[in-house]
């Protein structure tokens, strides 16, 4: 079946641009997962959702970053006022429940280049 | 969530046993121990995960010490797909799954 899937799959924008960046999870997954890549570095959580709610949104790095998640489907991150450092791979990833017992599968990612 | 240290690299031969080793020295009671993967420009791949038994998939064998400070991810016939960065991860039961990711041990299957 489908997996996760993200668009775009590349960005490029100017420092101060808003982006939107689309997460679509597999069917019937109501944990919903974005991480943050940079360069040559292990991944950062950023946020999780349970259905509609984000219980966990202890890794967005400032009030630039937002999520949300409509319909227990597609979720958006946006970035606002991007900046140089904001440059990274960003990773989605989707499971049937929230929860330690629950493998997470993982989109393709978002490059997002900030000039 | 408990640190987790890795060697930051290691080399296989191709159809020959990969044993990674993890340390999580302070791991409780209520942390699990999880094995994802990467390869190059991919996102992330689950492998295995356990509490306190050795156990075994159809992609891996881990096999976590007695006192659960330390385990080992063993890929038993390497091939050169194999080759990624491996990641040993802790979760605390209640924290929702989130995944909190260290540097992992890059991986080098060779013919």
């Known amino acids: 079946g489908a997996g996760v899937s993200q668009s775009p799959s590349n960005k490029v924008t100017e420092k101060g641009k808003d982006v939107e960046l689309r997460c679509d999870p597999i069917?019937?997954?109501?944990?919903l997962y974005w991480y943050r890549q940079r360069l040559g570095q292990g991944l950062e959580f950023l946020i999780y959702?349970?259905?509609?709610?984000?219980?966990?949104k202890s890794g967005l790095p400032s009030d630039r970053f937002s999520a949300e998640r409509t319909g227990e489907s597609v979720s958006t991150l946006t970035i606002q006022r991007t900046q140089q450092e904001d440059s990274a791979v960003y990773l989605c990833?989707?499971?049937?429940?929230?929860?330690?017992?629950?493998?997470?599968?993982f989109g393709p990612g978002t490059r997002l280049t900030v000039l | 969530d408990a640190k987790t240290t890795q060697p930051p690299s290691m080399d296989c031969a191709e159809g020959r046993a990969a044993n990674l080793p993890c340390n999580h020295s302070?791991?409780?009671?209520?942390?699990?121990v999880y094995w994802y993967r990467q390869i190059h420009s991919q996102g992330p791949q689950y492998i295995i995960h356990?509490?306190?038994n050795n156990e075994t998939n159809e992609m891996a064998s881990l096999i976590i010490t007695e006192d659960r400070k330390s385990s080992t991810l063993i890929l038993p016939h390497a091939t050169l797909r194999d080759t990624a960065v491996y990641y040993c991860?802790?979760?605390?039961?209640?924290?929702?799954?989130?995944?909190?990711f260290g540097q992992g041990t890059e991986l080098s299957v060779k013919p």
């Open positions: 302070t791991i409780s009671g209520n942390e699990y």
């Open positions: 069917s019937g997954h109501t944990a």
């Open positions: 990833a989707s499971s049937p429940l929230a929860g330690p017992l629950n493998e997470q599968f």
């Open positions: 991860i802790v979760m605390i039961y209640n924290q929702g799954g989130k995944l909190i």
């Open positions: 959702f349970q259905g509609n709610s984000a219980p966990d």
């Open positions: 356990g509490l306190k």
